[in-house]
């Protein structure tokens, strides 16, 4: 059984459909790349996966003992992060705040799993550091830490890379694709093709035409042929 | 100082000392949040919102005020959320609308149907709250210390998840916190205290006791407990100060604490130029 279904979705927000008829599934283990222009509904998508949106039509099912809330989520910085006065340990375990419902404080346990994904992320020296004094690419791994934390089966980022610079961004993906080793599910959105179809395994193409499959039959499709060549003719 | 013995004998001094110290330990609190979330504002037009609730309890002759300015702020408090969350431009433009409204409409029903010779005196101890704070009756005092140790004990309850909620809500909401629940919990929260924090400094100084501490101790520290551990404590210290100040100088009490915060705000801002580390 899949981690993750969706059948029949229809996706908009304020009463305007943005996305219609979507389906498809996600497996445990796999790394699924969401693409698509801008305003084509990849956040909406990701939003309503995550039950930040109720979705307009269709149906979402979660599987394989994963429930809604046992995602971790990589969200887009907001502004209101920018010069948020905390150390970077409070924010990973932060993380935990699903895990220990009604309970005020965290435990032990749920320190130590702070602790454990910290040094995962290769951040546990920058504990006490504060997060506005990071960098970029020290900042997303502190929210890949946190949102680990939140989950050990799946992990759904918005935009992992946007705004790093180009060797920061390989680090970014290349820890990404670790943790997909290690087992974690990755569904991402992204507007870089290129890389989508270097590391994923499925493609969930949307827009005005809609793909969903394995990157090598996204390849052959001609969707990805008029996407690729635009981005690799682009002498930027 | 002997002077300063004398008048802390007096019983009314006793009580604006207990009520200030527990009012800016209360608004210091829920400021670093405020001051975080960018609500700064929601803060201003609830303390309006208070003032025209306290004009029309003067109208209708309530006995005991405070039983219809503490709904009617809450229930604006949450009006002003759910207008605030939709579309950003209109939701400043409402509580620019309640805000003012409120404030003019108060000022109209105490005109009209003014009962007291000293029409101007009152509004000004409403707005200023000049001597309010010195005239405090037994029952005021001990309203003001129950509701302080309630948000006091909500807000240590509840620390871990204001934080996670502060920092980032799509992804508290994400991993099953409510987080429309807490909003509505800080906003009912400041509107508590707000309506408590008009005897001390009157409704249109109360912002400065929320945003001033907070901001000082952001100067400085790096971490959110660090954060708001300060910003308590510089409260509190202000709070005394601009009381004691206030008294031996008989200047108005709000004023002078708020001039409190402001100095010190002054002086974590030169603090944090001469550490350097948090120059940004």
Redesign the interface.
């Known amino acids: 059984m899949a981690q993750l279904t969706c059948s029949g979705l229809d996706l908009g927000y304020d009463g305007r459909t943005v996305l219609s008829g979507l389906d498809f599934r996600v497996n445990a283990g796999d790394y699924l790349c969401i693409v698509g222009e801008n305003g084509s509904g990849k956040s909406t998508l990701m939003k309503t996966i995550l039950g930040l949106i109720r979705p307009a039509g269709g149906k979402i099912t979660w599987g394989e003992g994963l429930r809604e809330n046992e995602v971790g989520y990589l969200p887009q910085q907001t502004v209101v992060q920018k010069d948020f006065p905390a150390t970077v340990q409070e924010i990973v375990l932060s993380g935990c705040q699903g895990r220990a419902g009604r309970r005020p404080f965290y435990n032990k346990e749920e320190k130590d799993l702070a602790r454990r994904n910290m040094e995962r992320m290769g951040i546990l020296l920058l504990a006490r550091r504060c997060y506005r004094e990071l960098s970029g690419g020290q900042q997303q791994r502190v929210l890949l830490a946190r949102a680990l934390c939140a989950t050990r089966k799946l992990l759904l980022m918005d935009e992992p890379v946007s705004g790093l610079d180009p060797l920061v961004t390989a680090e970014m993906y290349e820890l990404i694709r670790e943790l997909n080793r290690e087992g974690v599910t990755v569904i991402m959105v992204s507007h870089d093709v290129a890389a989508a179809v270097r590391y994923a395994s499925h493609i969930l193409h949307v827009g005005s035409e809609i793909f969903f499959g394995t990157v090598a039959d996204y390849r052959e499709s001609a969707l990805a042929k008029r996407f690729l060549v635009q981005e690799e003719g682009d002498p930027a | 100082m002997e002077m300063l013995k004398t008048y802390l004998q007096f019983p009314f001094v006793q009580y604006a000392l207990i009520v200030g110290v527990l009012i800016a330990l209360c608004s210091s609190l829920l400021g670093v949040t405020l001051v ?3 609500f700064s504002f929601i803060g201003d037009g609830l303390s309006h919102v208070a003032f025209g609730a306290m004009a029309v309890a003067g109208v209708l002759h309530l006995s005991d005020d405070m039983l219809f300015v503490l709904p009617a702020t809450v229930i604006a408090a949450v009006l002003l959320l759910r207008t605030g969350k939709h579309t950003r431009i209109k939701g400043d433009a409402a509580i620019a609308m309640i805000s003012v409204g409120a404030l003019a409409v108060g000022y109209l029903l105490l005109s009209v149907f003014s009962t007291s010779a000293n029409l101007s005196g009152d509004v000004c101890t409403t707005l200023f709250g000049s001597t309010s704070i010195l005239t405090l009756t037994v029952a005021e005092v001990w309203l003001c210390i129950g509701l302080s140790v309630a948000v006091v004990i909500i807000f ?6 204001i ?2 909620v ?3 809500e ?8 409510r987080a429309e629940a807490y909003n509505l919990l800080i906003a009912i929260v400041i509107a508590v205290i707000i309506v408590l924090a008009m005897n001390l400094v009157g409704s249109l100084l109360i912002s400065a006791l929320i945003i001033f501490p907070a901001m000082s101790a ?1 100067r400085l ?7 708001t551990v300060c910003s308590a404590v510089l409260s509190v210290t202000c709070a005394v100060l601009g009381i004691l100040i206030s008294i031996l100088w008989s200047t108005p009490v709000g004023s002078t604490i708020v001039a409190v915060d402001i100095c010190a705000f002054l002086i974590f801002c030169l603090a944090a130029k001469v550490k350097g580390g ?1 120059a ?1």
């Open positions: 975080l979330k960018r240590i309850l509840f620390y871990n998840r934080f996670a502060t920092f980032d799509d992804f508290a909401r994400a991993s099953g916190t952001m520290f790096k971490s959110f407990k660090g954060v948090t940004k």
